[in-house]
């Protein structure tokens, strides 16, 4: 286990036994109590990580993260009973992407009200995906929610990884939670599919102007599976403008989409897990915006 890791999150669960770090194969899943918090958690369950928050007057859950391993669901719900017996109040949808969202009809059926963003919503009633249920409640730029002493506020930052992003922030703990903008310690790889260059950079600096010391990704952060900082945002921004501003000028020499694509590095990242694979998309989806004006 990393030293950053031991200094953001505490393992709770038998699952995670201290040398599980160590191995190449990770838990199947793990609950971790996010240190400097007495109620907020992260379900990890392979390569993708859930908050939820457990009050006296019930739980806040966040992104069932079904898709491909429905077994997560039970899971997570198992994970949420061996701390508390109180009810699922609320389900959060991160934003509208399948990986993070789908299997939420179990919290539903437990009397969970869930909420998104209303992008998110507007994408979901078209798509009909038969594994992930509507939003029962929508909010626009700002929504505070407030369940037995907690207090999480909502807040959407306009068009970055996705149209219906919300970043989930508990303004006490100073904890937040945003799914697949900012990676953490790592280059963003698919992802990059659907990303909105010019506003995820407006959108990261309003992210880095709210009050939190914490950063929950929505897969685990390099190494070690640690959280991230206000630094780790920084320097996720600062990669994205250096690759932006590099791409922006080969596309202006015509090299979008075969030059760029084939010939392209960026070598002040080659150290950054997922560089060698994650590439390719960073510098299709900049030839899009340079190279094409979209
Ligand atoms: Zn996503």
């Known amino acids: 286990m990393s030293r950053l890791f031991r200094l953001f999150a505490i393992p709770v669960l038998a699952l995670l036994a201290p040398a599980s770090f160590a191995q190449d194969k990770p838990p199947a899943h793990v609950t971790i109590k996010v240190e400097g918090t007495d109620n907020v958690y992260v379900f990890r369950s392979g390569n993708r990580q859930s908050m939820f928050i457990v009050t006296p007057a019930g739980v806040i859950a966040t992104d069932p993260g079904g898709y491909g391993q429905p077994q997560r669901v039970p899971a997570y719900l198992d994970e949420i009973r061996k701390i508390t ?10 934003h509208h992407h ?12 437990a009397g969970a009200k869930i909420i998104a963003h209303k992008k998110a919503k ?13 939003p029962d409640e929508t909010m626009d730029k700002k929504k505070v929610i407030k369940l037995g002493g907690t207090t ?14 919300i970043a989930m ?16 310690g790592s280059m963003p790889g698919r992802g990059m599919i659907d990303f909105y260059p010019l506003e995820a950079e407006k959108s990261i600096q309003s992210i880095l102007k709210l009050d939190w010391n914490t950063l929950i990704p929505g897969h685990p952060g390099q190494p070690g599976g640690r ?15 250096d690759a932006s501003e590099a791409i922006k000028v080969a596309a202006r020499e015509g ?10 590095q960026l070598p002040k ?15 299709r989806r900049y030839c899009a915006l340079w190279g094409r004006g979209t």
């Open 85 to 94: 017996d109180k009810p699922i109040k609320y389900l959060i949808y991160s």
């Open 98 to 109: 399948f990986d993070h969202i789908s299997g939420g009809k179990p919290f539903k059926d």
């Open 122 to 134: 507007e994408r979901l009633a078209v798509l009909k995906d038969p594994d992930t249920p509507l």
């Open 152 to 165: 999480l506020e909502l807040t959407y930052h306009g068009l970055n990884h996705s149209d219906s992003t």
């Open 169 to 184: 922030r508990l303004p006490k703990e100073k904890v937040l939670f945003v799914v697949d903008i900012l990676p953490v």
């Open 227 to 241: 959280f991230g900082t206000k630094a780790d945002v920084q320097a996720q921004l600062a990669f994205l403008q």
């Open 255 to 264: 090299k979008c989409w075969d030059g760029v694509e084939k010939e392209m």
């Open 269 to 283: 990242y080659e150290s950054w897990p997922g560089y060698k694979n994650n590439l390719q998309f960073v510098l």
